[in-house]
């Protein structure tokens, strides 16, 4: 095997193990199939909002405070989805030709989940000004953090 594609399996296999992808049994039926993929979306969805619910819990933030940091958060958690999507959809179809990958294709593919952690970088970088949010500007350092153990 060579250096790229086992790169691109290294890879792709990290991403499977961080999000859990898995690929539908191919006896399933159109109908299964569409069933069980309205059922990963409201997981995916039900997910998300008790991400929200954890971070909103321990922000201890004042009014003022939210109503600058949750348009924020909005925003930034729908960039990262998309790229999460997008880095899913790049392992879903290295899986499905993996047998037939060329050493050209293993490049490609890698160059595109660098691509993925380069836009996620950009994105995170993006939120933040060099005088730090604006959302905790007034508090020190670490005051997010929770107080429960």
């Known amino acids: 095997m060579s250096l790229t594609k086992y790169l691109a399996a290294c890879a792709a296999l990290a991403a499977l193990c961080t999000l859990g992808v898995v690929h539908p049994a191919a006896a399933q039926s159109s109908?299964?199939?569409?069933?069980?993929?309205?059922?990963?979306?409201l997981d995916i969805?039900?997910?998300?909002a008790d991400r929200k619910a954890i971070v909103g819990a321990n922000m201890k933030l004042t009014d003022s405070?939210?109503?600058a940091f949750w348009p924020l958060y909005d925003a930034y958690e729908a960039r990262m989805d998309k790229l999460d999507d997008r880095h899913a959809a790049e392992i879903k179809a290295y899986a499905e030709h993996y047998q037939t990958l060329t050493d050209e294709d293993a490049k490609n593919k890698?160059?595109?989940?660098?691509?993925?952690g380069q836009a996620r970088l950009t994105s995170r970088r993006s939120m933040f000004p060099s005088s730090g949010p604006p959302y905790c500007q007034s508090k020190p350092p670490g005051s997010f953090?929770?107080?429960t153990s």
């Not at 969805?45 to 998300?48: E, G, I, L, T, V």
């Open 31 to 41: 109908s299964e199939q569409s069933a069980s993929k309205s059922q990963k979306q």
């Open 145 to 147: 953090r929770s107080t």
């Open 65 to 67: 405070e939210a109503a």
């Open 45 to 48: 969805a039900a997910a998300r």
């Open 110 to 116: 890698l160059d595109e989940v660098i691509a993925i």
